[in-house]
């Protein structure tokens, strides 16, 4: 039991205690569904969702017509000299002679807008089916994880029942074993015990009340790691109001041993098909760079020169006004685009090879499940009988012992041959619910 608890919280990850609640009580479903609400593991998938729908927006846009101004001024501080053959203006100068002369006005000022618009892009099209698919990918894996957390969920709501049940157990057990105590002390007293047979109770007292102890603490602890994975402040109390043969009853080897396993409806199959169309399509946005880009665009500049500074104050405004199209052809690359197609049709070729393993070790996992299951139903049944057996001899001895027919040592040993039946019987219950749970995920059954 220790060992089962130690595995499951070495699972879990760190959870935050912040969110309050005042419901106390719940159900195996109310667990779930508190946890779905409140698990930080789901709200980091939820915002993995929100993340892919802003990126879908984020790619859409780039379609849009896009508008941008540029405003600027320049103070020529010395204007650029530039030198002219000095006949243009003397054509008595020497042959060679160059005469420094400066063009422009010390200010300049400009203000233009821009309209582009994308006409049509490869890259662009596959781009933007990628993020709708990317969108499907975060869906996919938010709904395995929900799966996950439901999963650990029933395994260590069911782990607590079965510790509750153990020790209501041990309790009945300690109460009669005290009476017994107490009735071998007085006839001890009386003279018609032995010591040995007082001391013989009081250890098998000191064992029940240690392992009662035991049970308790391991109930302690399986509700702090419920709590954990539930993100409930830990300082909370909780109570289950479920009870472990409400579980039990449910189990029925032959409908269990008859579902079949549907691949194409299973969470990591779905999230492998997805995965494998995200690779087509960065195969296919590779290809598009050997695709020409066209796009229009239209362009509004008006200009100040002026040897004084008049942006504010008045001046000429000289405006242009153009209309175009731009198409950019791929030509050569040095082999990059190439090459990276190469690697997109690798990366291909490795994520329908990981489909192929999914599909075997889906089919390997249900045989293995299937086969779990049926040692867990055949151990259950087994150590139910061995429980129902071993509790007829125990309260045979104890009616023997209590009529003074049967010695403390014959007692003893009756009652610890009970009790570790006792053990087994609740380790093998604890085994099939959890085999169970591991059939219905290799079948990608979720409730």
């Known amino acids: 039991m220790k060992k089962s608890l130690l595995i499951l919280f070495t699972i879990i990850q760190t959870y935050s205690f912040s969110q309050d609640t ?30 892919a729908k802003a990126k879908i927006l984020e790619t859409t846009a780039i379609g849009l017509p896009q508008v941008k101004a540029n405003l600027g001024h320049n103070y020529m501080i010395d204007i650029p000299v530039t030198l002219l053959p000095a006949q243009i203006f003397n054509p008595m100068a020497p042959e060679g002679q160059m005469m420094p002369v400066k063009f422009g006005t010390d200010h300049n000022s400009s203000a233009e807008l821009q309209v582009s618009q994308l006409i049509f892009s490869g890259e662009y099209i596959v781009g933007l089916k990628a993020s709708k698919i990317y969108k499907q990918l975060s869906e996919t894996q938010y709904t395995k994880t929900e799966q996950d957390v439901k999963d650990i969920i029933s395994s260590t709501y069911q782990l607590i029942l079965v510790a509750q049940e153990r020790t209501a157990i041990l309790q009945k057990n300690i109460e ?25 109770m009081q250890i098998n007292l000191s ?11 391991q109930i302690e602890i399986g509700k702090k790691l419920l709590k954990f994975q539930m993100n409930i402040p830990l300082d909370k109390n909780i109570e289950l109001t479920e009870k472990l043969e409400s579980f039990i009853s449910q189990l029925d080897y032959n409908s269990i041993s008859n579902l079949a396993l549907d691949q194409s409806n299973h969470i990591d199959y779905k999230i492998i098909e997805v995965q494998e169309n995200l690779q087509k399509l960065n195969l296919q946005r590779e290809k598009s760079t050997f695709l020409p880009s066209i796009a229009a665009f239209y362009s509004n500049k008006q200009t100040l020169q002026s040897n004084d500074f008049e942006v504010f104050t008045g ?57 779990d299951i049926q040692n867990a139903f055949d ?19 104890k009616t023997k012992y209590n009529s003074g027919l049967a010695t403390s040592m014959e007692f003893t040993q009756a009652q610890m041959q009970y009790l570790s039946t006792e053990d087994a019987y609740f380790q093998a219950v604890f085994k099939l619910l959890d085999a169970k749970t591991k059939l219905e995920k290799a079948l990608g059954i979720y409730k």
């Open 22 to 51: 005042t419901k106390t009580s719940f159900s195996l479903k109310e667990a779930q569904d508190y946890a779905v609400a409140n698990n930080l593991n789901l709200l980091n998938a939820k915002l993995d969702i929100k993340i």
């Open 176 to 200: 009669s074993t005290q009476s017994i105590f107490n009735d071998t002390k007085e006839m001890f007293n009386a003279g018609f015990a032995q010591e040995t047979d007082v001391s013989q």
């Open 207 to 217: 064992r029940l009340n240690n392992a009662f102890e035991s049970a308790k603490r």
């Open 315 to 371: 001046g000429t405004w000289y405006k242009s006004n153009i209309v175009g199209l731009s198409v950019q052809i791929p030509i050569f690359g040095s082999g990059q685009k190439l090459s990276r197609v190469s690697q997109a049709k690798i990366g291909l070729d490795k994520v329908q090879n990981a489909k192929l393993m999914i599909s075997s070790n889906l089919n390997m996992q249900m045989i293995t499940a299937k086969n």
């Open 379 to 397: 151990t259950y049944n087994l150590e139910k009988e061995n429980k129902e057996l071993t509790q007829k001899i125990y309260d045979n001895y």
